[in-house]
Each structure stands twice: as C-alpha cells, then as structure tokens.
Nanobody, 124 residues
Framework: QVQLVESGGGPVQAGGSLRLSCAASGYTFSAYSMGWFRQVPGKEREGIATISAGGGSTYYADSVKGRFTTSLDKTKTTLYLQMNSLKPGDTATYYC?????????????????WGQGTQVTVSS
C-alpha cells in the first residue's frame, strides 16, 4: 500500500533553515507528482510546493517562493523540502502528498495519499 512518511520538522529560530523529507513507498515513485502542504489550527490546508512526476518541473506558492525548494531523489524514493529564511508565519504542520497523476497542482483535492505530518515551529 502507498505510504508517505515525513521527517525533519522541529523548532528553529527565525532566519534559520530546515529540510523536510518524505519517504515514499508502495507505488511507482516516478509516475506521480507530489506536493507539500501546511496547515495551522483553524485554517485551511495551504499548498506551498509541487513537483512533477520525475522532478522536471516545480511550482511554488507566493508565500514561500524564493525561500523554499522541493526536490526528489528517485533512487531513495524520497521527496524533500528545503526551507530557508524561515519566519514565524511558517509555523505549521507540514504534509507531503502524492498526486493522482503526473501533473503538478497546489490544490489539495488533487492529492489522494497523505503523510502523517511533521510540525515546524519558528520562533522570533
């Protein structure tokens, strides 16, 4: 069965960096796009980054563009989110997800498999 397992979250000071990982298994990794989302209590889940199947294209929400970078390692079937210049407003639970097809999307409805989430807390 499809499994997505995130890791790498934790506390960090503003201006710092973190790298999140999402280990994928149970399907053909290079056949589907993937995305990163984040959510804070009381707010809707926000799509922040997406990568096409195989990793050839990426797209970012304006809120993270220029600070966050997503990539994937096909040999390790792992998705990454490098987060730099972190701000307190980036505090959230971060999720990775697998899309229904190869194309990218920042819409949560496009994704049918989700990781369990990892907490990122940025202090000022």
């Amino acid at each position: 069965q499809v499994q997505l397992v995130e890791s790498g979250g934790g506390p960090v000071q503003a201006g710092g960096s973190l790298r999140l990982s999402c280990a994928a298994s149970g399907y053909t990794f290079s056949a589907y796009s993937m995305g990163w989302f984040r959510q804070v209590p009381g707010k809707e889940r926000e799509g922040i980054a997406t990568i096409s199947a195989g990793g050839g294209s990426t797209y970012y929400a304006d809120s993270v563009k220029g600070r966050f970078t997503t990539s994937l390692d096909k040999t390790k079937t792992t998705l990454y989110l490098q987060m730099n210049s972190l701000k307190p407003g980036d505090t959230a639970t971060y999720y990775c997800a697998r899309g229904v097809a190869a194309a990218m999307s920042l819409l949560s409805g496009y994704y049918i498999y989700w990781g369990q989430g990892t907490q990122v807390t940025v202090s000022s």
